[in-house]
């Protein structure tokens, strides 16, 4: 049981690259998020997914897309790269309405040049 | 003005010390709150999970909630070296239709120093 993971664990782009984040979680969550986090920050909801082939938008959505294909997976594109979009994205998964215990991955370090 | 609102720190303390942290917070609505551990390059933790007012201890750790104050705090007792990590409180309105979207503090950083 791997619980989430992430994929890259870092990488360094150029402005205007585009690339993908993929999550994985083999807990059977219906729930999925990316967030990302900066210093001071805390944690910024960027998308959800509330099941397969559902998307939502959470707090800072501007620059990314996500889909949720299966429902074991949630990835995190982004289609041209910013050097504001320079961070560590982490995902994670949840049962469901009603359980509020989240469960996150490793992170990726993202730096944008 | 940020939502949840947490010192940075960071909070050093020697080994066997209580740590207390805490976080303020100016969203009535909510009504879960969680404590979150995060080692350094790691992903968070759920540490402590609260719903409304009140405490609730687990082992070394105690949480707390002042819903009429909009303030909630973490202890913890006997502090090791094993828990210098930084601590994210996260709060929820629960809004079960768009899922548990948490909003979390900065997170304090603490140094246990053996």
């Known amino acids: 049981n791997a619980g989430v993971t992430q994929t890259p664990k870092f990488r360094v782009l150029k402005t205007g690259q585009s690339m993908t984040l993929l999550c994985a979680q083999d807990?059977?969550?219906?729930?999925m998020y990316w967030y990302r986090q900066d210093p001071g920050m805390g944690l910024r909801l960027i998308h959800y997914?509330?099941?397969?082939?559902?998307?939502a938008k959470g707090e800072v959505p501007d620059g990314y897309n996500v889909s949720r294909l299966k429902k074991q997976n949630f990835l995190l594109g982004l289609e041209s790269a910013a050097p504001s979009q320079t961070s560590v994205y982490f995902c994670?998964?949840?049962?469901?309405?009603?359980?509020?215990?989240?469960?996150f991955g490793p992170g990726t370090r993202l730096l944008v040049l | 003005q940020k939502e949840v609102e947490q010192d940075p720190g960071p909070l050093s303390v020697p080994e066997g010390a209580i740590v207390s942290l805490n976080c303020t917070y100016s969203?009535?609505?909510?009504?879960?709150f969680m404590w979150y551990r995060q080692y350094s390059r790691k992903g968070p933790e759920l540490l402590m999970y609260?719903?409304?007012?009140g405490n609730k201890e687990d082992g070394r750790f105690t949480a707390q909630v002042d819903k009429s104050s909009k303030y909630i705090s973490l202890f913890i007792r006997d502090s090791q070296p094993s828990d210098s990590a930084t601590y994210l409180c996260?709060?929820?309105?629960?809004?079960?239709?768009?899922?548990?979207?948490?909003?979390f503090g900065g997170g304090t950083r603490v140094l246990v120093k053996p």
């Open positions: 994670a998964s949840s049962y469901g309405s009603g359980q509020e215990t989240q469960y």
């Open positions: 807990m059977n969550h219906e729930y």
């Open positions: 997914s509330v099941g397969e082939g559902t998307t």
């Open positions: 969203n009535s609505a909510f009504q879960y």
């Open positions: 609260t719903y409304s007012s």
């Open positions: 996260a709060m929820s309105e629960r809004v079960p239709a768009a899922g548990n979207k948490l909003t």
